[in-house]
T-cell receptor, first 112, second 116 residues
Framework: EAQVTQNPRYLITVTGKKLTVTCSQNMNHEYMSWYRQDPGLGLRQIYY???????DKGDVPEGYKVSRKEKRNFPLILESPSPNQTSLYFC???????????FGPGTRLTVL | AQTVTQSQPEMSVQEAETVTLSCTYD???????LFWYKQPPSRQMILVIR??????QNATENRFSVNFQKAAKSFSLKISDSQLGDTAMYFCAFMKHSSGTYKYIFGTGTRLKVLA
């Protein structure tokens, strides 16, 4: 089944404890992206990647890191999480950025 | 900087009626793409419809159609014969395609409730 998977789906952590949210797609897509969704703010793009080793900042990259060492994986790293990073996070992928993005199920992150 | 504005935070419509969700955007680019995504209560994001800026013809997808007014920078979504399953949050999105940049800008969303 073609899909985008994210893990974990839910995470409660404390300020400053490094964490990684994994994202994997099995569709051989070139473009991958991370978004955060907050009430009243919609979705905001954090980082995106055009291909292996090619990443670029979205609108809200501060406090986040990404890597694209393999085409299928695009992990989101929070080196020192803070409470303002409490949010719903989505990973998405598409064959090419100008066409339909397929979204993962979301990761609900709470930073205490 | 590009912005996307959805001025209707919430809307409701009777089943089988027609509803239009508005979206305006601001850009100086000439080459871009516009999208409507749907997020039902399950949280899963699903593409509803897509429009290339260089195409004058409005995109349609079954009961969903857009009114794309490039000069006015407007991209509204019309849902005909509304169904209970259309109840969802709807997001308008803009993607510019220039100078090696492929950033997405989403609006804040419109929560649509279809009433039985």
């Amino acid at each position: 089944e073609a899909q985008v998977t994210q893990n974990p789906r839910y995470l409660i952590t404390v300020t400053g404890k490094k964490l990684t949210v994994t994202c994997s797609q099995n569709m051989n897509h070139e473009y991958m992206s991370w978004y955060r969704q907050d009430p009243g703010l919609g979705l905001r793009q954090i980082y995106y990647s055009m291909n292996v080793e090619v990443t670029d900042k979205g609108d809200v990259p501060e406090g986040y890191k990404v890597s694209r060492k393999e085409k299928r994986n695009f992990p989101l790293i929070l080196e020192s999480p803070s409470p303002n990073q409490t949010s719903l996070y989505f990973c998405a992928s598409s064959l090419w950025p100008v066409i339909e993005q397929f979204f993962g199920p979301g990761t609900r992150l709470t930073v205490l | 900087a590009q912005t996307v504005t959805q001025s209707q935070p919430e809307m409701s419509v009777q089943e089988a009626e027609t509803v239009t969700l508005s979206c305006t955007y601001d850009t100086s680019e000439n080459n871009y793409y516009l999208f409507w995504y749907k997020q039902p209560p399950s949280r899963q994001m699903i593409l509803v419809i897509r429009q290339e800026a260089y195409k004058q013809q409005n995109a349609t997808e079954n009961r969903f159609s857009v009114n794309f007014q490039k000069a006015a920078k407007s991209f509204s979504l019309k849902i005909s014969d509304s169904q209970l399953g259309d109840t969802a949050m709807y997001f308008c999105a803009f993607m510019k395609h220039s100078s090696g940049t492929y950033k997405y800008i989403f609006g804040t969303g419109t929560r649509l409730k279809v009433l039985a």
